[in-house]
């Protein structure tokens, strides 16, 4: 039986821990990467979170894969990896993708909402 969204989503929520801004702060500060995987029209129209590096959900297999020439050295299989994305759909996503690729700490910490929410800073794109 073919795969559903609501499959996927189940299956990425199953095995990517939901975080608070506290605590991805505190993470933060310890080394950990804020990864904001939305497009780059939301990244324009919004901003991003104050020191959260890029790459659209679309790339993060070509991003995260070490093995290749498009990898993105921010990507460590070894650090502590937060994503974000508008509501934190897509962010559960390719946080299941990433430990799917063997990136062992990987959390979801929603959407920008959240963040700003949280008292988390933004800046321009």
């Known amino acids: ?34 990864l904001d995987v939305r497009d780059m029209v939301e990244l324009q129209q919004s ?29 460590q299989k070894d650090r502590a990896t ?9 962010a559960a996503l390719a946080g299941k993708l990433l430990k799917d690729m063997g990136y062992d700490e990987v959390y979801n910490l929603g959407g920008l909402a959240d963040w700003v929410n949280g008292g988390g800073e933004t800046a321009p794109a």
């Open 1 to 34: 039986m073919p795969l559903t969204v609501k499959d996927m989503m189940e299956a990425a929520n199953a095995v990517v821990a939901r975080i608070e801004v506290d605590q991805a702060k505190a993470m933060i500060e310890g080394g950990a990467l804020l």
């Open 82 to 90: 937060i994503l974000y994305c508008a509501a934190g759909g897509r």
């Open 47 to 75: 901003g991003r979170a104050t020191g959260a590096h890029h790459i659209p959900r679309g790339m993060l297999e070509f991003r995260a894969d070490d093995t290749l020439k498009s990898h993105d050295p921010e990507l």
